[in-house]
């Protein structure tokens, strides 16, 4: 599988494409270096299936370790957050990156304007569309995709993966080094 | 006629003969108006409702001076910015839905008054409908009466969807707000268009007139009688189908051939003869046309694969084109005669044939299918075990076919475990599968994806019949006097209206099970096009299909099929009528006012869970303009901008109330114009939310907050953070959700506000002032 180009083939983007990040030490760089991450999670996180169980269990042991601000955009990973009882923000996607978009946006609990957005879980096209509009309008904000499919409208992105190394990156940055 | 509008003035020898003085409505202040006449109603709607813009492409290639690159703050060799490029695409799909719509409507005008002449009286509805035309009403000032009065009327648009795309021009319009103030006017012409459209066939073609109980069609292609001749009908002009039917009455016998169609051709051959029978929506094309059933295609304008004639070719179909604007290659015949095309046909000297002559092609198509039937059934070759196990047996896995499909299908498990022995999981991803064919396109090995999909999930198929109701047509004028007070008021809580095509995330299911679930809440919900053909793809407990188990009266708890996507004017044009009817409101060139009522008081949504089309972009404009919103599913966030108000910004959420003068804090209702959802459960919390408005009583708030926390709670499993925006006073609040919205309440620094009598133009000056603020 190549790990350039978009994962969907013909969602070409450009001149300005994601930073590829070839190696996991630069994702847990990026989270030390982000004052103000928010993760958001979509509704596939909880149909893709990987070694040690569903996407949507690697991204909560991420948003522990790294103490960062859940939204769910859905009804499956939002209860999924319930019975491990643990906090996220229920919020629509769209409504979310309309409102990462805006500067002067309080944050989601009112502590400050998120400064590195991650994505994971979306479906592709919808999160692709959306990451545009973050790249064109929002300068004021960095983003990163967490996902099996290159991501080239985000500001940083996985290559594309097979389901070993998504499980290997995401059991690493979900170690907390 | 009084009015300050030159192109009015020119048009007056032309409208000269209209019957004019037989309507005592008075002229209101914007008859015919132009595509600025309505800019700060516009700005005020989208001075709430931000474009959100999301780039499909950081370049914009439109003229040689380009490519330039828009990234960012980057402007264009013309000076454009990224925003407004994006508002230009937007209007450009618009323009070409809305052109799209228009032309069809004056090839249809065209027809009947070949066949009818130019003084025949409109008919849409009986006497059941007096106010027959509300959109022609309204934007035009006009009562048309006969087809030539509509001639008129699309003269008028015409003119204005040029006006319209001349301002996409490099170095033409340039600000992202005017460039989207003229997508919704390109939205108001298409409606007029559809309405156009729509009540020159009801009327030309004796389609139901506003019949409640217009008949049940079947659906499907189970049942299919192959032992006669089977025609195709595809597109959305229905005058070659109708001449088909026709012909086959008056040459054979009604019953001699089959008569199948997809998408709206179907739809509306249907509202004309019971006895067609509608195949499946624009997305069962390719696997129809390659089960080799039909033995000729008949194929007219819009939305048709552009590879018809390969794919009808491969099983030795025959293609007869019919519009000018979808020739396909073919050889215009229109002018030799009926047998010597007959015979290139049957013959297969000719694959296809182009005929700009509905009759002709109705003689041809039905003595074409006679004579060779016969023949095909016994040639015709489906795709065997054999070839889906070979086929099977090449695929290596290598996922190009999942990176092209546009709902990433889980193809090469499937063929796997086909390959192992088992089909079923090929065959569940027929009821996912859109039929664009790219998976095969991108396939490495030649496999034929989709064809073995259909092969896995045909035997289910060909087991199952459905069936819909013929489109009704308008909403009758006594249905909108019952229901009006209760809308309005907000105690049958909305209309929510299920339009556009079939670009599912996740099959078709989704979109009947929102349309029950709503109509089980005992909303109004309508239905039109390919949306329509779905939600009759489905069964109960019972075994019955919605339109079977639903009322098709417009009223708390239907599910009614309004027609095919010209239709689509009735549900915009009962939102009108609501206002003109039940509230008395002058229509008569008086769309700002109507518009301002539309958006304040009529709790209405439209929901375009599939919608792919440039038709589908300028239908959803029409209801932005009208200040009714509009939800499409994930792959809509393509159409590049969505319309998203702030709820947390309360400057943004206030209108003046007619009572008192003073601008009071509604809450933000309604909260979206243009809203993608990700999931189903998303879209249907959001269209209870998006049918609030400022006008509702408090019975009416405590029914839709219901509603709302309701589904909001199955989506999210609590009660919304953001309920206290939408309580104006404590008898707002459900007495069994009172606990938890008072603690809310609390947490918020909750305050009563008023319930006023609402209006925003009433907030900026005069027709053609600046904005007060
Ligand atoms: S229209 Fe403007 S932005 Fe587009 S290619 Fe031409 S100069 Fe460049
Ligand atoms: S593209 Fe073809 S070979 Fe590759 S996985 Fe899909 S079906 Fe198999
Ligand atoms: S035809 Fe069906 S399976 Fe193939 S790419 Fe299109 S939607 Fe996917």
Redesign the pocket.
């Known amino acids: 599988m190549t790990s350039h180009g978009s994962w969907m083939r013909a969602e070409i983007a450009g001149p300005k494409k994601a930073v590829v990040i070839n190696k996991t030490e630069v994702v847990t760089a990026l989270l030390k270096r982000f004052r103000s991450p928010v993760l958001i999670i979509g509704s596939r996180s909880t149909e893709i299936e990987l070694n040690g169980g569903k996407l949507i269990s690697y991204l909560a042991r991420i948003a522990e370790v790294w103490k960062i601000p859940v939204v769910t955009t859905n009804r499956s990973a939002s209860l999924y957050f319930a019975e491990i009882r643990r906090h996220s923000f229920p919020i629509p996607v769209i409504e979310i990156a309309n409102l990462l978009s805006d500067p002067g946006w309080k944050g989601i609990s009112e502590n400050g304007t998120p400064d590195l957005a991650i994505f994971s879980g979306l479906p592709y096209s919808m999160e692709w569309t959306l990451l545009s509009g973050l790249k064109h309008f929002a300068p004021h904000l960095k983003t990163l995709s967490l996902e099996y499919g290159y991501e080239p409208q985000a500001d940083y992105s996985l290559p594309n993966l097979d389901m070993n190394k998504f499980h290997e990156i995401l059991s690493f940055i979900g170690r907390g080094e | 006629m009084e009015t300050g509008i030159g192109f009015i003035r020119d048009l007056e020898v032309s409208v000269g003969h209209m019957n004019i003085e037989r309507w005592d409505e008075p002229q209101g202040p914007t008859p015919f108006p132009t595509i600025t006449t309505f800019r700060n109603w516009d700005r005020q709607l989208l001075s709430r409702y931000k474009p959100f813009y999301m780039p499909f492409c950081d370049l914009c290639c439109l003229c040689t001076f380009g490519k330039c690159d828009l990234t960012g703050t980057k402007r264009g060799a013309c000076g454009i910015t990224m925003a407004a490029q994006q508002s230009r695409i937007v209007l450009l799909a618009s323009c070409i839905g809305a052109a799209t719509h228009v032309s069809h409507a004056h090839e249809l005008v065209s027809e009947l008054i070949k066949r009818f002449g130019p003084d025949f009286r409109l008919d849409p509805g009986g006497l059941s409908v007096g106010v027959e035309a509300p959109l022609i009403r309204l934007v035009c000032g006009l009562k048309p009466e006969t087809l030539s009065d509509l001639e008129t009327v699309v003269s008028y648009l015409e003119r204005e969807v040029t006006s319209l795309l001349s301002a996409t021009h490099t170095g033409q319009e340039g600000d992202p707000l005017d460039l989207e103030s003229k997508v919704f006017h390109s939205g108001m012409i298409d409606h007029v268009g559809l309405e156009v459209a729509d009540i020159a066939q009801i009327s030309g073609f004796n389609f139901p007139k506003a019949d409640p109980d217009a008949p049940l069609i079947r659906l499907g292609v189970k049942g299919i009688d192959t032992k006669k001749p089977v025609i195709l009908v595809i597109g959305h002009n229905v005058t070659p189908s109708v001449s088909i039917m026709e012909y086959l009455k008056e040459f054979h016998s009604a019953d001699s051939a089959e008569v199948t169609g997809i998408c709206c051709s179907a739809i509306d051959l249907s509202r004309n003869n019971k006895k067609a029978r509608i195949i499946g929506p624009i997305s069962w094309q390719m696997r129809y046309i390659r089960s080799g059933i039909p033995d000729v295609i008949v194929v007219d304008e819009q939305c048709i694969r552009t590879d018809v004639i390969n794919e009808a070719g491969a099983v030795n179909t025959r293609v007869i084109a019919t519009s000018e604007k979808n020739c396909i290659g073919l050889p215009d015949r229109t002018n030799d005669t009926a047998e010597s095309i007959i015979n290139d046909l049957v013959s297969n000297k000719l694959p296809g044939v182009l005929i700009l002559d509905p009759l002709k092609s109705a003689q041809v198509a039905v003595e074409t299918s006679l004579r060779i039937f016969e023949e095909r059934r016994r040639t015709h070759r489906p795709f065997s075990e054999a070839e889906a196990n070979e086929a099977a047996l090449n695929c290596t896995g290598c996922m190009e ?1 999942v990176r ?4 990433e ?1 889980p ?1 090469p498990d499937a063929i796997q475990s086909f390959r192992d022995g088992n089909p079923v999981n090929l065959r569940e ?1 027929l009821d996912l ?8 396109q991108a396939c490495p090995k030649g496999i034929p ?2 064809r073995l ?1 259909v092969y896995s999930g045909w035997e289910k198929l060909n087991n199952e019949q459905f069936t819909v109701r013929a489109g009704r047509g308008a909403i009758q004028d006594t249905e909108i006097r019952t229901v009006g007070g209760p809308l309005v008021l907000g105690e049958i809580p909305g209309i929510i209206a299920f339009v556009g095509c079939a670009n599912y995330p996740n099959g078709g299911e989704e979109v009947a099970r929102m349309a029950v679930e709503f109509a089980h809440r005992k909303y109004i919900v309508c239905t039109s096009g390919c949306s329509a053909i779905t939600i009759g793809m489905y069964h109960d407990e019972d075994g019955k299909t919605p339109y079977e188990a639903y009322s098709g009266k417009f009223d708390a708890g239907c599910i009614l099929n309004v027609g095919s996507c010209v239709s689509n004017a009735h549900i915009s044009g009962a939102a009108v009528k609501i206002a003109n009817i039940f509230a008395k409101r002058n229509l008569r060139g008086n769309y700002e006012e109507i518009a301002d009522y539309v958006h304040n008081r009529v709790g209405a949504v439209g929901i375009a869970w599939g919608a792919m089309s440039q038709k589908a972009a300028a239908i959803a404009a029409g209801f932005w303009r009208l200040g009714i919103p509009v939800i499409v599913g994930p792959q809509g966030t393509k159409y590049r901008r969505m319309l998203l108000g702030r709820g947390d910004i309360d400057s943004d959420w206030t209108v003046m109330d007619s009572r008192t003068g003073e601008e009071v804090y509604t809450g933000p209702v309604p909260e979206h114009l243009f809203y993608a959802a990700e999931t189903e459960e998303e879209a249907m919390m959001m269209a209870a939310k998006l049918c609030m408005r400022p006008n509702d009583t408090g019975k009416g708030r405590i029914i839709k907050i219901t509603h709302y926390i309701d589904l909001y709670r199955k989506l999210y499993g609590k009660i919304p953070d953001d309920i206290y925006r939408f309580i104006r006073k404590k008898g707002d609040i459900p007495l069994t959700l009172k606990d938890s919205i008072e603690e809310n309440l609390k947490m918020h620094n909750w305050k009563e506000s008023p319930i006023p009598d609402p209006t925003r133009i009433r907030s900026y000056e005069g027709k053609s002032g600046e904005s007060k603020r």
């Open positions: 076919c092209s499909c546009p709902n299908l193809i991803l599968c859109n039929g664009c064919i790219r998976c095969e994806v989709h999909i």
